[in-house]
């Protein structure tokens, strides 16, 4: 095998293409750039494998690989069917016709020998790459691809010159209410290690088949090369089904992704001629560990932070009274919750399910889609509510599940069938009776302008809370396949999202489907918050909040903080301390609090405020040592952030944890400017922070400053 290096220098990063002479392959690898001449040289073949050796085989050790996999239909799908499809005779006859460089993008021009032409474009970000694949059929005959990656990053890891056999596999399981879980395992214990010789492909191939995104895992994972310290991260911009695969590519391991192919997802796309199809967007990043990776993976959110509302700016409070009135919500009760929060940081005040004429006991779910006010608890509508909200400094929000119909309204009736989505020519139905409009549909959009966004304006509403609570599934009718009609009416999804920014550009949109499932980038992207879990009270709170650092900016996950009279201040302390995870979101009887209640609450929104330049922008480390049974943590966490010359320590204590602890500080002369401590004492003391007096189920938030380098940079 000969080929040649292609490579590409980004500020800190290489991003290295090898090109195969003889067959015109072309695969990308990224290297940190003051690790490129660690790289080294593979062997070529297995001459000390002895069952080889006995036969007089030569066997190749390793292929170059390639920057993308595709499979069509009636072609050679290669020995991996069942197990990957990206090894089979598409990917194989993809040729490199040219390459260039234009400014930050390189883009790379490939060709099939069944007339296919697939544009692959690494642009970077400054701290990532984003990645995208266009396949343009430029034959004469129609095309069907069951397969197309949005990226690959092959040959790894290039620090080695043998069998890769230590590589890692980072992955976070998803799941309602226990989002964000990471795990790690080694090659071989996915029994991805290589065999005697190499005859059939094998991958772990894992992802999401429906509309949740973010159900079993998230589209980010990272590939460990533990002897030369160096992590490859990737996340998809998946809103519906997808999949990531690790294979085994002899000596190497390729980790690729995209939407679901045909096999896991039922997905598979026709190409007449002359048509093209753009795969979703991936992101791709190089680094020395995985919380580093996870940030720049992430980054390029902060460009569309910047396009929020203004009043998005400081990180401003939300009051949701879900956990107030539990679907019984009233023009009286929210003006009453605002004069209990006269004064206090928040800003945003957000009436969720109930607002509407429902079916008793639904919780404000029954008789979704007509989304008529309820007349005997808002009794001059909603307009008036917003309006006397408003006069007490306040910004209303509403609650809508706008892409589901419910039984108990009109628009659920078999009249309206034409309108939702179905599968094999059914009306697809989930959960309680829940069933989804077709967005691809124009009298669909214009129903949902009509009753969502023209609803928001008339009604002077800046603040709209989008939940989604049921799965699609595998996909419905209406498109080349099932996985293709999911994608596309998803896309219409998005589209209605970005309608509603441009017509309505003072809205703040706060993302939730059950909670995190729809904590990925296209969500990401649209909107200034996202609802981190529909965990309310428990005491994972915090856990699942520092889970999710890695897989969000905290400035967008909400967290809930439920305030009630009958709470202990320590458990109060608890619930507000788990809210400076992340974007503060406070519910509860807060209209019913004593005095000393009252106080804890207010000092720590004074604390929230003063914390807001950090949470909104800073690097995260998590410390501690609980457990993975949410129900069952013990020990205790500490989360710091820090950002600049400030330090933000999160404090948590469960089951048995110890009476102190002394917390390692970055190198600085960090001084106390605030805290929340409760029981614990918190202070900084020789580099360390020195906490004490611990008791189970404590909260702490210990705001420093490194008085060093202020009074340099003063």
Same mark, same amino acid.
């Given at each position: 095998?000969?080929?040649?290096?292609?490579?590409?220098?980004?500020?800190?990063?290489?991003?290295?293409? #090898?090109?195969?002479?003889?067959?015109?392959?072309?695969?990308?690898?990224?290297?940190?750039?003051?690790?490129?001449?660690?790289?080294?040289?593979?062997?070529?073949?297995?001459?000390?494998?002895?069952? #080889?050796?006995?036969?007089?085989?030569?066997?190749?050790?390793?292929?170059?690989?390639?920057?993308?996999?595709?499979?069509?239909?009636?072609?050679?799908?290669?020995?991996?069917?069942?197990?990957?499809?990206?090894?089979?005779?598409?990917? %194989?006859?993809?040729?490199?016709?040219?390459?260039?460089?234009?400014?930050?993008?390189?883009?790379?021009?490939?060709?099939?020998?069944?007339?296919?032409?697939?544009?692959?474009?690494?642009?970077?970000?400054?701290?990532?790459?984003?990645?995208?694949?266009?396949?343009?059929?430029?034959?004469?005959?129609?095309?069907?691809?069951?397969?197309?990656?949005?990226?690959?990053?092959?040959?790894?890891?290039?620090?080695?010159?043998?069998?890769?056999?230590?590589?890692?596999?980072?992955?976070?399981?998803?799941?309602?209410?226990?989002?964000?879980?990471?795990?790690?395992?080694?090659?071989?214990?996915?029994?991805?290690?290589?065999?005697?010789?190499?005859?059939?492909?094998?991958?772990?191939?894992?992802?999401?088949?429906?509309?949740?995104?973010?159900?079993?895992?998230?589209?980010?994972?990272?590939?460990?090369?533990?002897?030369?310290?160096?992590?490859?991260?990737?996340?998809?911009?998946?809103?519906?089904?997808?999949?990531?695969?690790?294979?085994?590519?002899?000596?190497?391991?390729?980790?690729?992704?995209?939407?679901?192919?045909?096999?896991?997802?039922?997905?598979?796309?026709?190409?007449?001629?002359?048509?093209?199809?753009?795969?979703?967007?991936? $992101?791709?990043?190089? +680094?020395?560990?995985?919380?580093?990776?996870?940030?720049?993976?992430?980054?390029?959110?902060?460009?569309?932070?910047?396009?929020?509302?203004?009043?998005?700016?400081?990180?401003?409070?939300?009051?949701?009274?879900?956990?107030?009135?539990?679907?019984?919500?009233?023009?009286?009760?929210?003006?009453?919750?605002?004069?209990?929060?006269?004064?206090?940081?928040? @800003?945003?005040?957000?009436?969720?399910?109930?607002?509407?004429?429902?079916?008793?006991?639904?919780?404000?779910? +029954?008789?979704?889609?007509?989304?008529? $006010?309820?007349?005997? @608890?808002?009794?001059?509508?909603?307009?008036?509510?917003?309006?006397?909200?408003?006069?007490?400094?306040?910004?209303?929000?509403?609650?809508?599940?706008?892409?589901?119909? &419910?039984?108990?309204?009109?628009?659920?009736?078999?009249?309206?069938?034409?309108?939702?989505?179905?599968?094999?020519?059914?009306?697809?139905?989930?959960?309680?009776? %829940?069933?989804?409009?077709?967005?691809?549909?124009?009298?669909?959009?214009?129903?949902?302008?009509?009753?969502?966004?023209?609803?928001?304006?008339?009604?002077?509403?800046?603040?709209?809370?989008?939940? $989604?609570? +049921?799965?699609?599934?595998?996909?419905?009718?209406?498109?080349?396949?099932?996985?293709?009609?999911?994608?596309?009416?998803?896309?219409?999804?998005?589209?209605?999202?970005?309608?509603?920014? @441009?017509?309505?550009?003072?809205?703040?949109?706060?993302?939730?489907?059950?909670?995190?499932?729809?904590?990925?980038?296209?969500?990401?992207?649209?909107?200034?918050?996202?609802?981190?879990?529909?965990?309310?009270?428990?005491?994972?709170?915090?856990?699942?909040?520092?889970?999710?650092?890695? #897989?969000?900016?905290?400035?967008?996950?909400?967290?809930?903080?439920?305030?009630?009279?009958?709470?202990?201040?320590?458990?109060?302390?608890?619930? #507000?301390?788990?809210?400076?995870?992340?974007?503060?979101?406070?519910?509860?009887?807060?209209?019913?609090?004593?005095?000393?209640?009252?106080?804890?609450?207010?000092?720590?929104?004074?604390?929230?405020?003063?914390?807001?330049?950090?949470?909104?922008?800073?690097?995260?480390?998590?410390?501690?040592?609980?457990? %993975?049974?949410?129900?069952?943590?013990?020990?205790?966490?500490?989360?710091?952030?820090?950002?600049?010359?400030?330090?933000?320590?999160?404090?948590?204590?469960?089951?048995?944890?110890?009476?102190?602890?002394?917390?390692?500080?970055?190198?600085?002369?960090?001084?106390?400017?605030?805290?929340?401590? +409760?029981?614990? &004492?918190?202070?900084?003391?020789?580099?360390?922070?020195?906490?004490?007096?611990?008791?189970?189920?404590?909260?702490?938030?210990?705001?420093?400053?490194?008085?060093?380098?202020?009074?340099?940079?003063?």
């Amino acid at each position: 095998m000969i080929f040649q290096r292609k490579e590409y220098k980004f500020d800190t990063v290489l991003a290295r293409y #090898l090109v195969d002479e003889e067959t015109g392959a072309v695969s990308l690898t990224l290297l940190p750039s003051d690790r490129q001449e660690d790289a080294y040289d593979r062997r070529r073949t297995w001459l000390e494998v002895p069952e #080889l050796v006995r036969i007089g085989m030569d066997a190749q050790a390793w292929q170059v690989g390639s920057l993308v996999h595709l499979s069509v239909r009636g072609e050679a799908q290669g020995n991996g069917a069942g197990n990957t499809l990206k090894y089979g005779a598409s990917t %194989r006859q993809l040729r490199l016709t040219e390459q260039c460089r234009t400014g930050d993008t390189v883009t790379t021009r490939l060709r099939g020998e069944n007339s296919l032409e697939v544009w692959h474009r690494l642009t970077w970000l400054g701290a990532a790459f984003r990645v995208e694949t266009e396949v343009y059929n430029a034959g004469a005959e129609p095309v069907t691809l069951d397969l197309l990656t949005s990226f690959s990053l092959d040959n790894l890891s290039p620090y080695c010159t043998a069998e890769a056999k230590h590589l890692r596999l980072h992955r976070f399981r998803g799941g309602w209410s226990m989002e964000g879980l990471h795990t790690v395992e080694d090659v071989e214990q996915l029994n991805l290690a290589t065999p005697w010789t190499y005859s059939f492909p094998e991958s772990e191939r894992f992802g999401v088949v429906g509309s949740h995104p973010a159900k079993r895992y998230f589209p980010t994972c990272a590939v460990e090369d533990p002897e030369a310290g160096v992590f490859w991260g990737a996340a998809l911009s998946a809103a519906g089904s997808w999949q990531m695969e690790l294979s085994r590519d002899s000596d190497c391991y390729s980790l690729s992704g995209g939407l679901g192919d045909v096999e896991s997802t039922s997905w598979s796309k026709a190409l007449a001629p002359g048509q093209r199809f753009t795969a979703p967007a991936a $992101y791709v990043a190089v +680094g020395r560990d995985l919380d580093a990776v996870c940030r720049r993976l992430y980054a390029h959110l902060e460009q569309a932070a910047k396009r929020q509302p203004e009043s998005e700016r400081d990180l401003p409070v939300v009051f949701n009274e879900w956990c107030t009135t539990w679907g019984n919500p009233s023009h009286e009760r929210m003006l009453a919750l605002a004069d209990a929060l006269a004064g206090t940081p928040v @800003r945003y005040l957000v009436i969720d399910a109930g607002w509407t004429n429902v079916i008793p006991n639904s919780f404000g779910q +029954g008789g979704n889609g007509d989304w008529e $006010y309820a007349r005997d @608890r808002f009794p001059g509508g909603l307009r008036a509510t917003a309006r006397a909200l408003r006069e007490k400094g306040f910004r209303t929000g509403v609650w809508f599940e706008f892409e589901v119909t &419910t039984k108990g309204a009109r628009v659920y009736e078999h009249d309206w069938d034409e309108m939702h989505l179905k599968r094999g020519g059914h009306v697809i139905v989930t959960g309680d009776n %829940r069933s989804f409009w077709d967005l691809r549909r124009p009298d669909t959009a214009a129903y949902l302008k009509e009753k969502v966004l023209d609803f928001l304006r008339d009604n002077e509403l800046s603040y709209l809370k989008v939940d $989604y609570n +049921g799965s699609i599934g595998v996909g419905c009718d209406g498109g080349d396949s099932l996985g293709d009609g999911l994608y596309a009416h998803l896309q219409a999804v998005l589209a209605f999202f970005d309608q509603l920014r @441009r017509e309505l550009p003072d809205l703040v949109i706060e993302s939730c489907a059950s909670g995190g499932h729809r904590l990925t980038i296209p969500f990401l992207e649209r909107c200034a918050m996202a609802s981190f879990s529909d965990a309310h009270e428990g005491p994972e709170i915090p856990v699942l909040a520092a889970r999710l650092h890695r #897989l969000s900016p905290p400035r967008q996950l909400q967290i809930w903080a439920v305030l009630n009279p009958w709470q202990t201040l320590r458990e109060m302390g608890y619930r #507000l301390a788990s809210g400076f995870l992340g974007r503060l979101c406070l519910s509860g009887g807060i209209d019913g609090l004593q005095e000393d209640q009252q106080a804890l609450m207010w000092q720590a929104l004074e604390l929230y405020r003063r914390a807001t330049p950090i949470i909104r922008q800073g690097e995260t480390t998590v410390l501690g040592e609980g457990c %993975r049974n949410l129900r069952h943590l013990s020990g205790w966490q500490c989360v710091l952030r820090r950002s600049g010359t400030h330090l933000l320590a999160v404090i948590h204590t469960f089951d048995q944890p110890p009476a102190k602890i002394s917390i390692s500080l970055p190198v600085g002369n960090w001084h106390l400017v605030g805290q929340l401590s +409760g029981t614990m &004492t918190a202070a900084p003391a020789e580099g360390f922070l020195r906490v004490e007096q611990m008791a189970e189920h404590c909260g702490a938030v210990v705001l420093l400053t490194d008085a060093k380098e202020r009074n340099e940079a003063t």
